[in-house]
């Protein structure tokens, strides 16, 4: 089992940063593939980036050249960068991680919530 702890949300104005930092349980970090995600009011919940286990990354259109997505396997932490923020990034976002092999993420953090003001 791989429990995911995210923090590093909060209220920030447009074009301002945040870093949300997700933290995993157990010894198998490095074996993790990591993603965020997230999910606007009334809206479906969406994919933003993520990691593979070897490092290479992946973003959603949207966030790309803004965002950006890393980890620290000696601290089982994933992190994701925001910059210049904008009001349509308002959202809770999620941390999520899979085994390589999986093909889909099977563990889910809690949420944390980034507001974005104009």
């Known amino acids: 089992q791989v429990q995911l702890v995210e923090s590093g949300g909060g209220l920030v104005q447009a074009g301002g940063s945040l870093r949300l930092s997700c933290t995993a349980s157990?010894?198998?970090?490095?074996?993790?593939?990591m993603g965020w995600f997230r999910q606007a009011p009334g809206k479906e919940r969406e994919f933003v980036a993520a990691?593979?286990?070897?490092?290479?990354?992946y973003y959603a259109d949207s966030v790309k050249g803004r965002f950006t997505i890393s980890r620290d396997n000696a601290k089982n932490t994933a992190y994701l960068q925001m910059n210049s923020l904008k009001p349509e990034d308002t959202a809770v976002y999620y941390c999520?991680?899979?085994?390589?092999?999986?093909?889909?993420?099977?563990?889910w953090g809690q949420g944390t919530q980034v507001t974005v003001s104009s």
């Open positions: 999520a991680a899979k085994f390589g092999q999986a093909s889909r993420y099977d563990y």
């Open positions: 157990g010894r198998t970090f490095s074996t993790l593939d």
């Open positions: 990691i593979r286990r070897s490092g290479v990354t």
